[in-house]
């Protein structure tokens, strides 16, 4: 059985991209282009999140902090996306495993 991936991010070139590297690995990929899908509960349960941290309606920081505030997902790992310098303390502080 395919591991699933479910990416939220909002640009959808990066979006098209991750998709054709994440499929070409192996994954079964799964792409909102928005966190509110999430929040709403709007999604099959992946083995892996990639959030963007910018996104127009919902900040990944708070997807973040949301899902791990979840019995049912926070144990799923988090992997958070941005151009942000020196996000990674607060990819972490809201508990994303890792950042890019």
Same mark, same amino acid.
């Given at each position: 059985?395919? =591991?699933?991936? &479910?990416?939220?991010?909002?640009? @959808?070139?990066?979006?098209?991209? +991750?998709? #054709?590297? &994440?499929?070409?690995?192996? $994954?079964? /990929?799964?792409?909102?282009?928005?966190?509110?899908?999430?929040?709403?509960?709007? %999604?099959?349960? @992946?083995?892996? %999140?990639? /959030?963007?941290?910018?996104? @127009? !309606?919902?900040?990944?920081?708070? /997807?973040?902090? $949301? +899902? =791990?505030?979840? @019995?049912?997902?926070?144990? #799923?790992?988090?992997?958070?996306?941005?151009?942000?310098?020196? %996000?990674? +303390?607060?990819?972490?502080?809201?508990?994303?495993? !890792?950042?890019?």
């Amino acid at each position: 059985m395919k =591991k699933k991936i &479910l990416i939220a991010e909002d640009d @959808p070139d990066i979006q098209l991209i +991750l998709n #054709i590297m &994440l499929n070409r690995a192996g $994954y079964e /990929v799964e792409s909102l282009s928005s966190g509110k899908p999430i929040l709403e509960g709007s %999604f099959s349960w @992946p083995d892996l %999140f990639i /959030v963007d941290k910018q996104m @127009p !309606d919902i900040d990944g920081i708070e /997807v973040s902090k $949301y +899902l =791990k505030s979840k @019995p049912e997902t926070k144990h #799923i790992p988090i992997i958070m996306l941005s151009a942000t310098p020196g %996000f990674g +303390l607060l990819a972490k502080s809201a508990g994303a495993e !890792d950042f890019l």
